[in-house]
């Protein structure tokens, strides 16, 4: 589904990425481990469209996304349909003036009829338990009631592919075990989850794989999930623990 071919990308004269080659298949779930600063962010953001790499190239659904590719209004519509992006910082991503709009700005540029976006906003709060956040502002929410709502607006185009840059920063530990419990759902039922984290603790049974990424912006290792967070001695060397 996902294919990264000898990608490099570098801000400046700052490297972030260095020669990445990564292959995810559809339905997969996937944590993106490493050091601050190793890279990860600045990949997800080449998988969503947002950057592109200097070198090398991505492929989605055997699709080469670049620049120019996404110039034309409706492969970009197209894409940006199947594959969703939260944001490590929700501020960035909510602007809307209600909660409500905000989860019902996709399905509207979409050209859903009302009733259609209706039905979707309802179902989402609900799924996300912010029922009664409907009319509230997002900028006067809490961290945790962000994000929530930042995933709703991100699932109300019903996406392919998630794709999330540390989602539990600065959660309380009920919102993290709610948003695990969320991902573990939404991969079961076919979603592919694609996630960089550190909180090894509060993502327990959601990923299958994981991908670590080093100090010097490669990837270092990708194995079983569970194989490379029991390895205390491999995560300490590279300070990931």
Excluded: W
């Amino acid at each position: 589904m996902i294919e990264i071919r000898n990608i490099s990308f570098s801000y400046k004269d700052a490297p972030a990425l260095k020669d990445i080659n990564l292959y995810i298949a559809k339905g997969e779930s996937i944590a993106l481990i490493g050091p601050n600063g190793s890279g990860k962010s600045t990949l997800l953001k080449i998988i969503n469209g947002i950057l592109f790499p200097q070198r090398g190239e991505y492929f989605f659904d055997g699709t080469s996304i670049t620049a120019k590719r996404l110039e034309d209004n409706a492969f970009s519509k197209k894409f940006h349909k199947r594959i969703g992006f939260v944001f490590q910082s929700s501020d960035s991503q909510l602007f809307n003036p209600t909660v409500y709009d905000e989860i019902a700005f996709a399905p509207r540029q979409m050209g859903l009829s009302e009733g259609e976006i209706e039905r979707r906003v309802s179902d989402l709060l609900k799924l996300l338990q912010i029922e009664e956040l409907r009319c509230r502002v997002p900028y006067h929410l809490s961290g945790g009631e962000k994000r929530k709502v930042a995933v709703a607006s991100v699932l109300a185009h019903n996406p392919d592919v998630l794709v999330l840059d540390e989602p539990m920063n600065g959660l309380d530990p009920k919102t993290k075990r709610f948003l695990r419990d969320l991902l573990i759902k939404l991969n079961s039922h076919g979603k592919t989850i694609i996630c960089s984290t550190h909180d090894f603790e509060y993502v327990d049974g959601v990923f299958k794989r994981a991908v670590v990424f080093s100090k010097e912006h490669t990837i270092i290792r990708d194995d079983e999930y569970g194989r490379i967070i029991s390895d205390d001695e491999f995560l300490y060397e590279n300070n990931i623990k």
